[in-house]
């Protein structure tokens, strides 16, 4: 019979390696649970390893639900490498939209122009040549060798993280035990069916073992789970000490021309949001603008008005707290991005700015979603 066990692995245990959880009784679970997705090949089916890394990248930081709804658009759009490679940074950042952490698509593209040049524009199957490839961590070149090429590899994200840390009862944050959650994860690792092993423990993350209230009642896990065992699973593994939040504060421009378009500048190449369009604004900084730091900033001396209401809007790392300001403008137009409101959809615009056209009432589609 095939059996696998995983083996306590965390540094400092007293007892040595001893089986906790069967590969089997995972794989059983998820050939039943597992969920149909774009990305994901059929039982039986090969999957497209292009298609596997795009999804691994955009699902990093992004919802499945809102990868669902982005990534067939995106994949008709660059269905290859090469087509990725060869278009322009403003075409992928825009197709891009509503995934928000614009870096990963920086990363994507740099990865998708080093498969062109190194590798002909076909993805590698092996660990080592994926981890060459710019823009891939350790996790997306182990989940691609995986899931895409069967490779003997169990990646882990914060998912599995959060499953294996439960299962062997990590104390620690994960983000300091990253060699024992690899160790735990690799004692998984099966010749036969390796991909499965690697969506069944990101599948279990996802749907049974959740970071509130995990379901241990229905988890293939639970007779060897540690965490399970204590009464208190959701104890583990150990939180990271939390780090306040910055703040800051800015005033953004927007300026209209006797057309009705309204002025938009590009972000700098590197940075929070690099590369994407936003307004006119004051530096963001830790206090709120005074009047001189306003009149400076403002694109032009104009008939400034306040639309009224302050905006907040959370990045992972800071709160940014926005005051607008309006105004028209009858001759001489400042340099920048001149765009009408049919045209907002060509731009890559973050969340960030389609809630300031929103607030001043001028975006065109209500309805739609962006992202940061
Ligand atoms: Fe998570 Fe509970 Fe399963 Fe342990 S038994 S892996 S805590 S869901």
Redo the contacts with the bound molecule.
């Keep these: 019979m095939r059996e696998r066990q995983l083996l306590n692995t965390e540094a400092g245990a007293e007892e040595g390696p001893r089986p906790v959880a069967s590969v089997i009784a995972l794989l059983t679970w998820y050939d039943k649970a597992r969920r149909k997705l774009p990305w994901r090949a059929l039982p039986g089916e090969a999957a497209d390893p292009w298609a596997v890394l795009v999804s691994e990248i955009m699902l990093q930081q992004t919802t499945v639900a809102t990868v669902r709804s982005r990534f067939t658009p995106f994949l008709q759009r660059f269905p290859t490498p090469s087509a990725l490679a060869a278009a322009s940074m403003d075409e992928v950042l825009h197709a891009w939209q509503g995934l928000g952490y614009y870096r990963r698509a920086r990363a994507l593209k740099a990865c998708a122009e080093a498969v062109v040049a190194i590798h002909g524009g076909v993805v590698p199957g092996d660990l080592p040549a994926l981890l060459d490839l710019p823009g891939l961590g350790p996790y997306t070149a182990r989940a691609v060798a995986a899931i895409a090429f069967n490779r003997m590899a169990v990646p882990v994200d914060a998912n599995v993280a959060r ?1 294996l840390g ?2 062997i009862a990590l104390e620690l944050p994960p983000a300091r035990a990253a060699r024992t959650l690899q160790a735990a994860a690799d004692t998984l690792a099966d010749p036969i069916r390796p991909g499965d092993v690697a969506q069944a423990l990101m599948e ?1 993350g996802a749907l ?2 959740s970071p509130k209230v ?3 009642l229905i ?1 293939p ?2 007779s060897d ?1 540690r ?2 065992a204590s009464g208190e ?1 959701e104890r583990y593994p150990g939180r990271p000490e939390v780090k306040e939040r910055g703040a800051r504060f800015a005033v953004m421009f927007l300026l209209e021309d006797p057309n009705g378009a309204f002025l938009f500048r590009q972000r700098p190449a590197t940075g929070l949001l690099a590369g994407m369009i936003e307004l006119p604004s004051t530096p963001w900084q830790a206090e709120p603008p005074d009047a001189p730091q306003v009149r400076d900033a403002a694109p032009i001396d104009a008939a400034w008005q306040e639309v009224p209401g302050e905006i907040l809007h959370q990045f992972t790392h800071l709160d940014l707290s926005m005051r607008l300001m309006r105004a028209r403008i009858t001759a001489s137009s400042p340099p920048g991005i001149w765009m009408p409101p049919e045209g907002f959809s060509t731009l890559a615009l973050p969340t960030l700015t389609v809630r300031l056209l929103r607030h001043a009432g001028i975006w065109p589609e209500a309805g739609s979603k962006r992202s940061r």
Excluded: Y
């Design positions: 499953v439960r299962v279990l049974v073992c995990p379901s241990c988890c896990l639970q789970c965490g399970f699973p």
